[in-house]
């Protein structure tokens, strides 16, 4: 094992797969030279040459879609989308192409690849370098859309995306890069795209959740089980499509109390599906209502600090009341 | 030619029949397709078709009766055993990729798909086929000028037919020839006659040469034609005159290669007519086992979201 940063687990994750694997491109802007705006591919390019660490066009549709044809051609591309901000361009490529191809033609042709997207805020990126896009993806049948928030986790998910015969989008989020450190098996062992993980077990309370929320939530819970004795049980979704609800109710059916805290804005977003999944299947277990906390319904995040942390809320005081009270309905 | 056009003859009947509800017509475009698909390598080059491609896909080997799978949506449909519209081509065996409705998507996939063949030093070409609507969407730009970036080896051929479904060319871009875009790419534009099914077969020819010489992509605009509507859905009466259509079919593409042939003594008329019945029949018996073909079983729906589900 090994101490890294959730930045440094992908970065050396990557290169692993890309020096066991020939087949492995990486392609997007500024990748190559500038080894990626995060510095996640440092040093790639003296080591795997430009025909595979690919400084493309300013152009995310064809980022994307130049993957895919590698893809269709028998190689295991990693697009980077610099800011997951920018990937709305290529919206057409992900949904009609990648996340259908398979399904278009009758499981003849698959779209192996995986497309890396820095996203979320709390970084003083504003409108258009703090989105969560994770709901539009992942209401997309044919396409696998993760978050993996810990090192070990983005390690090992990273890893099977590459390895996966079909596409994930792979979501960064930009504020656990640098500040989330965690041990990291050096075995190149990799972590299955699929099961949520609980990542602090407790019996009086469920909370859901992913992303850097997942750190505000674990530190809420921490203090919580100090002060009060209270034990909350935080699952990591990981995945958010295919979605592990099995994983998901069965904490909810221990606990009987359930919470959902996500950073995108709240409606429609992937709190919401996870919520309906619990209220659907899960309601005669449950001891309280169902809460639900996510980013307020403004188009996006605002740059000014106090703006931001506006959007950012609720910070894990927060979140440390609201459990509380939860806990205690 | 003559094999594409009677299929579309007899997909259009089967449509006003009532047993297709949907067909994309190909006739007039039969030399600009043909011509330029012939040079390509089957089981070693790769085509990435669009819609109207009939001809193409011929040539890359799809089989009458398998393009009627496609047109009565059954489970044999090669394409997509039925899940996608007709004429939305795809098979893996015979190197053809699948495409969408959206236009102009599979332009950076073949410039992709070539940039793995350039990589790996493998003696592969893409064709890829489009019409000049397509020129005027944001990934047809992109996939022309990544794949000139790279030079990689793949030949561009747009069939410009004047018309995206109702739109005319006037209304498309500022310019006569999509051609001349070529230039601002990097790469050749050559404009050749669509109905003269020779000189498409020489442009691509060239342009083959080319890509697999590794002196990257060309640009090919074939001036053509459609006779009848875009889909079997339009009403192509709305936008053009029939004195216009009529006129364009004084030019058609057949007629054109048939003269020529007999011009040169390399074949008559008897010959023309035997071929001609020759492959009706051909047409009409892959017509009528495709029909009597399973349709796809509804308890499959949900099959190949994933590999996984693949079993």
């Not at chain 1, 930045?7 to 990557?14: K, P, Q, T, W, Y």
Request: hydrophobic content about 40%; proline content about 6%.
């Amino acid at each position: 094992m090994s101490e890294k940063t959730l930045v440094a687990a992908i970065s050396d994750a990557l290169h692993d797969e890309m020096a066991a694997d020939d087949r492995v491109m990486l392609l997007g802007e500024d990748v190559g030279a500038r080894g990626g705006v995060f510095k996640v591919s440092e040093g790639f390019l003296e080591e795997f040459g430009e025909d595979r660490v690919i400084d493309t066009p300013l152009a995310e549709s064809a980022i994307v879609g130049v993957a895919i044809g590698m893809a269709l051609r028998g190689l295991r591309p990693v697009a980077e989308i610099e800011f997951a901000d920018f990937i709305h361009p290529a919206f057409d490529q992900i949904v009609s192409e990648a996340a259908r191809m398979r399904y278009r033609t009758n499981g003849d042709w698959g779209c192996p690849m995986v497309i890396r997207a820095p996203c979320g805020g709390g970084i003083h990126g504003a409108l258009y370098h703090s989105q969560s896009i994770e709901a539009f993806y992942a209401h997309v049948p044919g396409l696998k859309v993760v978050m993996p928030s810990t090192p070990a986790d983005a390690a090992g998910m990273l890893r099977s995306a590459i390895r996966d015969p079909d596409p994930v989008l792979f979501l960064e989020h930009k504020k656990c890069y640098r500040l989330i450190k965690g041990e990291v098996p050096d075995d190149g062992a990799t972590v299955p795209i699929g099961p949520a993980d609980v990542k602090r077990e407790g019996g009086d309370l469920t909370v859901v959740t992913y992303g850097f929320e997942l750190h505000r939530c674990l530190e809420a819970a921490a203090r919580l089980a100090l002060d009060e004795g209270i034990e909350v049980e935080v699952v990591d979704a990981r995945a958010l499509a295919p979605l592990d609800t099995e994983t998901i109710l069965a904490s909810v059916r221990k606990t009987s109390r359930a919470m959902v805290v996500y950073e995108d804005n709240r409606t429609y977003g992937a709190g919401a599906e996870i919520a309906a999944t619990i209220a659907e299947r899960a309601m005669f277990d449950l001891d309280a209502p169902l809460v639900r906390i996510g980013g307020p319904d403004i188009p996006a995040m605002p740059y000014a600090a106090p703006l931001e942390h506006a959007f950012m809320e609720p910070e894990p005081d927060q979140l440390y009341v609201r459990m509380l009270e939860l806990a205690r309905f | 030619m003559l094999l594409a056009r009677l299929i579309d003859e007899a997909a259009l009947r089967q449509n006003r029949m009532g047993r297709a509800p949907f067909v994309v017509p190909v006739s007039g475009h039969e030399g600009c397709q043909i011509g330029t698909a012939w040079p390509m390598r089957l089981g070693t080059d790769v085509w990435v078709p669009y819609y109207r491609d009939l001809g193409v896909v011929l040539v890359a080997g799809m089989t009458p009766e398998e393009v009627f799978l496609g047109i009565f949506s059954k489970a044999g449909d090669p394409s997509s055993g039925g899940r996608q519209m007709p004429a939305h081509w795809g098979y893996r065996r015979l190197g053809i990729v699948s495409h969408s409705s959206p236009i102009a998507t599979q332009v950076p996939h073949a410039a992709g798909i070539a940039y793995a063949m350039r990589y790996r030093n493998e003696d592969a070409v893409v064709g890829c086929w489009f019409g000049e609507g397509a020129t005027s969407e944001g990934d047809w730009h992109e996939g022309l000028n990544f794949a000139a970036i790279h030079r990689v080896p793949v030949v561009f051929v747009c069939e410009n037919n004047e018309y995206a479904i109702s739109v005319h060319q006037d209304k498309q871009m500022a310019v006569r020839d999509v051609a001349s875009r070529a230039e601002g790419y990097g790469m050749p534009g050559v404009v050749v006659e669509g109905s003269d099914v020779l000189a498409c077969f020489r442009a691509m020819r060239e342009a083959h040469d080319r890509a697999r010489a590794g002196q990257g992509p060309t640009l090919i605009e074939c001036k053509t034609y459609r006779y009848l509507p875009h889909t079997s859905d339009d009403d192509d009466k709305s936008y053009r005159s029939r004195a216009e259509v009529e006129e364009h079919k004084h030019h058609d593409p057949i007629d054109r290669f048939v003269g020529y042939l007999i011009g040169r003594g390399l074949t008559d008329h008897e010959r023309i007519q035997s071929l001609h019945d020759e492959l009706k029949a051909e047409v009409d018996s892959a017509l009528t086992s495709a029909w009597d073909a399973p349709d796809p079983d509804p308890a499959l729906v949900g099959r190949h979201v994933f590999a996984e589900d693949d079993r």
